[in-house]
């Protein structure tokens, strides 16, 4: 209008057009500008919800093929976690390799991308040796080598382990068109996080093989302390009692077999561990004849229970060796197991000379000096059943001076075959 006023002659003629035009150009260009923006502002919202859709899908995948990656890259695994990501996805076909295999395909083409045989597609070894991410938009850019196969697109995204390529996960179409900017983002994230998933999976297991190595190295500082007074005790029963004497030696020889077991094992069953305990009374009390009462309550139907190695013996060696000092007669020890609350329980009473408070505070917390042996039975029980059991495990200590000591071992029955 501005033009028509400056350009057109005469401009009465040129003003009175545009008060003719003016109110309905202002307000038709008013709207029009109103829905370009509204426009705009759609473009943006659905580019604002895409984004949202495809982060909300990316992690509603990651947190369900999590537990599977935690397994590392093997062939079950990997079928679960390519179910996951055919149904999560719009690709016809999802498939994971290692360095050197397809451990998984699910979808279309399955009848010739067979998983545990060699990597399929020239796409698929690329991106292997290079490290990058490769599009085939064309069923000749795959490479495969089946004539009629199925499959005309495909992303394919190198899975890394601190850097290195470990494998890689593919994604097929039955259509070049099905491959939109959509799905090659989202498979680029969901790789990324997977990649991380790896990497967590494998900080995980070294920080589980480190664990056990300690709890494998706890359980190797346990050394009987008697060993020399037994061979003494039988070498001296030799000659009086040989049949005793023999009887000795196989509870020694048990002993001794039960520790190399133990040193091997994380967990036992409760059966081998009073057995354990047994062979060991039997040669204490071959030195001490009628010198300890030991009386046994135990609830049946718990030989079976699995248990640390080495956690009930030191408990009943510490009441032997520490609770009666002072007491020279009626000297009482107290096994007693059973279950209560989803949880077994192994108690050790005496009625010994009891602990006094000072040393009750440090119990278990830090190893403790000792006259006799290192006094680290209670700390090394400790740190085991937390490194075992993650903190749902237990050891109280209950004690009087005078009156006895009570300890208590909680160990959980739910799960504890797993």
Partial sequence: MIIILIMAKPFVNAWELVKLIGLPMIIGNGFGTLLFVVIIQSVLNDKEKTRAFQTNCTFQIAEQTLPFFRQGLNPDSCKEISKILLLGTDADAVA???DHRVLSHVGAASDHHTPLEGLATKLTKKVLEQGVIHVARSKQDIHCYQDDCPLQAAIVIPLKVHGATVGSLKMYFTHPDKLTEVQQELAEGLA??????LELAQAEHQTKLLKDAEIRALQAQIHPHFFFNAINTISALCRTDVERA??????????????LQGARQLLIPLEKELEHV???LS?????????YQIVWEIESGLEKVLLPPFSLQPLVENAIHHAFSNIKENR????RIYTENEFMNIVVEDNGTGIDSERMRILGGQTVDSKKGTGTAIYNITERLEGIYNGRASLTIRSEVGKGTIITMSIPLKGENE
């Fill in 96 to 98: 994971i390799t290692d």
């Fill in 192 to 197: 990324n996080l997977f990649s991380t998933q």
């Fill in 246 to 259: 023999r009887q000795l030696l196989i509870d020694l020889s048990n002993f001794f077999r039960s520790n």
């Fill in 278 to 280: 047994e062979a060991y």
């Fill in 283 to 291: 040669l204490e009390q071959a030195r001490f004849p009628d010198k």
């Fill in 332 to 335: 009482k020890i107290i096994i």
